[in-house]
């Protein structure tokens, strides 16, 4: 059984107890009251918040959010940042910044650059301008962009136009050769042979030729003066006098140096033979007719003179008969012409 615990030793227990429950409440009241002289203790002061609205360095990013939520676009010619550095120099940052507040309201950014190859295209504000650049000059295009996005965000700020595009050199070009005159007379030195039944007929003199008409078709007319030719027929020598002459159309062409032409008509001659191995002398006068084609090249000048040559062939059918006394008919003239002339033309506006 265990022993009773006297009543003093119990008592004397509580007091302990008590006073120590005392004590501690105490202690917890001054804490929290403070210093015993009545002195209020003063709170650390909070460090100054930086102000959220520091003006960005040059360069950096504008307020209210960064330069690339600001400035994007897949460009790499002119790059985003190329274009905000530019853009720096035009516009003065603070301005800059209030601009681009006022308008950072949209989705997506306010301003953004596409490089499509030869040409590129700027999005600022809502309005849209593509520009060419030919050379692909990065910083050229940086300073285009630049004045355009300044114009679409400030238009106050900056009221100058972008400057122009440059230019593409353009292929050099001949010049335009002069108006064709309305007429031409021409003048050259000309020889004709005349091949036929009996020896061929050389004939050299003047040939003398007008044309008319501005376009590609003219009417063309001529003659020459030819020495008279000695030939052979049957085994007869004689002389032969030829005046030809023609009428046709001239197809002609422009050139910057040579202009080709060509002719198309009919052709008519006066012949006249003597006989120079008979004892009579006797002789005779015929007219032919023939079909004549000619082509020719002139050389382009800038006055009224220009050089030329020319050939030309005329077909006769049915060639006159070559008659002579006693010995009556003795062949016929020739049955193809062919013909040469070198000169000059003069031009008559």
Same mark, same amino acid.
């Given at each position: 059984?265990?022993?009773?615990?006297?009543?003093?030793?119990?008592?004397?227990?509580?007091?302990?107890?008590?006073?120590?429950?005392?004590?501690?409440?105490?202690?917890?009241?001054?804490?929290?009251?403070?210093?015993?002289?009545?002195?209020?203790?003063?709170?650390?002061?909070?460090?100054?918040?930086?102000?959220?609205?520091?003006?960005?360095?040059?360069?950096?990013?504008?307020?209210?959010?960064?330069?690339?939520?600001? %400035?994007?676009?897949?460009?790499?010619?002119?790059?985003?940042?190329?274009?905000?550095?530019? /853009?720096?120099?035009?516009?003065?940052?603070?301005?800059?910044?209030?601009? /681009?507040?006022?308008?950072?309201?949209?989705?997506?950014?306010?301003? &953004?650059? %596409?490089?499509?190859?030869?040409?590129?295209?700027?999005?600022?504000?809502?309005?849209?301008?593509?520009?060419?650049?030919?050379?692909?000059?990065?910083?050229?295009?940086?300073?285009?962009?630049?004045?355009?996005?300044?114009?679409?965000?400030?238009?106050?700020?900056?009221?100058?136009?972008?400057?122009?595009?440059?230019?593409?050199?353009?292929?050099?070009?001949?010049?335009?050769?002069?108006?064709?005159?309305?007429?031409?007379?021409?003048?050259?030195?000309?020889?004709?042979?005349?091949?036929?039944?009996?020896?061929?007929?050389?004939?050299?003199?003047?040939?003398?030729?007008?044309?008319?008409?501005?376009?590609?078709?003219? /009417?063309?007319?001529?003659?020459?003066?030819?020495?008279?030719?000695? %030939?052979?027929?049957?085994?007869?020598?004689?002389? &032969?006098?030829?005046?030809?002459?023609?009428?046709?159309?001239?197809? &002609?062409?422009?050139?910057?140096?040579? &202009?080709?032409?060509?002719?198309?008509?009919?052709?008519?001659?006066?012949?006249?033979?003597?006989?120079?191995?008979?004892?009579?002398?006797?002789?005779?006068?015929?007219?032919?007719?023939?079909?004549?084609?000619?082509?020719?090249?002139?050389?382009?000048?800038?006055?009224?003179?220009?050089?030329?040559?020319?050939?030309?062939?005329?077909?006769?059918?049915?060639?006159?008969?070559?008659?002579?006394?006693?010995?009556?008919?003795?062949?016929?003239?020739?049955?193809?012409?062919?013909?040469?002339?070198?000169?000059?033309?003069?031009?008559?506006?």
């Amino acid at each position: 059984m265990r022993e009773a615990v006297p009543a003093d030793a119990r008592l004397a227990i509580a007091l302990c107890g008590w006073a120590i429950l005392v004590i501690l409440t105490s202690a917890t009241a001054l804490a929290s009251e403070g210093p015993s002289d009545g002195t209020a203790t003063t709170p650390a002061p909070a460090p100054a918040a930086s102000s959220a609205a520091e003006t960005p360095e040059p360069g950096g990013s504008p307020p209210g959010g960064d330069r690339d939520s600001m %400035f994007g676009g897949p460009s790499l010619c002119p790059r985003p940042d190329a274009v905000w550095a530019e /853009l720096g120099t035009l516009v003065p940052r603070d301005r800059l910044d209030a601009r /681009l507040r006022a308008v950072t309201g949209a989705r997506g950014p306010v301003v &953004q650059i %596409f490089d499509l190859g030869v040409p590129y295209r700027i999005v600022a504000a809502g309005r849209v301008r593509e520009y060419r650049d030919e050379t692909r000059d990065c910083a050229y295009r940086a300073r285009i962009a630049a004045v355009f996005v300044a114009l679409a965000i400030d238009p106050a700020e900056l009221s100058i136009e972008p400057p122009p595009q440059p230019r593409t050199p353009t292929p050099a070009t001949l010049p335009i050769p002069p108006a064709r005159p309305a007429a031409r007379l021409e003048l050259a030195a000309a020889g004709q042979l005349g091949i036929g039944s009996g020896d061929v007929s050389a004939m050299g003199g003047l040939a003398l030729r007008a044309a008319f008409g501005r376009g590609r078709l003219a /009417l063309v007319a001529g003659t020459a003066a030819l020495a008279p030719s000695d %030939f052979t027929v049957s085994g007869v020598r004689l002389r &032969q006098w030829r005046l030809p002459v023609d009428v046709g159309l001239r197809a &002609q062409l422009g050139g910057q140096r040579l &202009q080709p032409f060509a002719e198309l008509g009919l052709g008519l001659a006066l012949l006249s033979e003597r006989s120079l191995s008979l004892a009579n002398p006797s002789g005779g006068t015929s007219l032919e007719i023939g079909a004549r084609a000619g082509a020719g090249l002139r050389l382009a000048t800038r006055g009224r003179l220009a050089p030329f040559i020319a050939i030309d062939g005329e077909l006769v059918p049915s060639p006159p008969q070559v008659f002579a006394l006693p010995r009556g008919v003795l062949g016929r003239t020739p049955l193809l012409w062919l013909g040469a002339a070198i000169g000059a033309s003069l031009g008559f506006p």
